[in-house]
């Protein structure tokens, strides 16, 4: 099941499972000083765009941190981003599933309320392998594991 996991923000981080290979890491979505600020969406789009190209048949699922209602320019950027990611899926056909930021937590370290370098911490253990790059790509490699473990079917994990 080709899956990909997002941590949304101006640096999203990314982690992906397509055709059974890994990758992940982190996009900047951010705009120049005299870029439109509406381009941030369209270079999510674009980025989705990509991923789903990469693998055959598209991708199966996408997960993503639930964006949380505190007000500010960091939850409208937020929302936007999760309406681009919302249509896109909707236009290409691919299940998508919030995950909230306790629940990632509470799953990845027993706490709910973890602390950005607890996160860190737990992706560093889980993924030795990775040059871990910052707290959305630890959050992406953390999503991407709770998705597999808990949300993709078994019969399709190794696929």
């Known amino acids: 099941m080709n899956t990909l996991a997002l941590d949304l923000g101006l640096t999203a981080g990314f982690a992906s499972r397509l055709d059974g290979l ?3 890491g982190t996009v900047s979505l951010e705009v120049g000083r005299d870029e439109s600020k509406g ?3 369209m270079r999510l789009g674009n980025f989705l765009a990509r991923v ?4 055959r ?3 199966d699922l996408v997960v993503f941190e639930q964006v949380h209602h505190r007000g500010g320019a960091a939850t409208a950027v937020a929302e936007r981003f999760v309406g681009k990611l919302l249509e896109f899926c909707a236009l ?3 299940d998508h599933k919030p995950v909230h930021t306790a629940t990632l937590k509470k799953w990845a370290t027993g706490k709910g309320n973890a602390g950005k370098p607890e996160m860190m911490a737990e992706a560093r253990r889980r ?3 990775v040059d871990l790059i910052d707290d959305n790509h ?3 490699l953390l999503l991407l594991d709770y998705a ?3 949300l993709v079917p078994a019969a399709t994990r190794s696929e």
């Open 138 to 140: 630890a959050d992406a």
């Open 57 to 59: 048949g598209g991708l």
């Open 22 to 24: 890994f990758d992940s």
């Open 39 to 41: 381009l941030r969406p």
């Open 52 to 55: 789903n190209a990469l693998c």
């Open 127 to 129: 993924h030795p392998e």
């Open 148 to 150: 597999l473990a808990e």
């Open 92 to 94: 290409e056909g691919i």
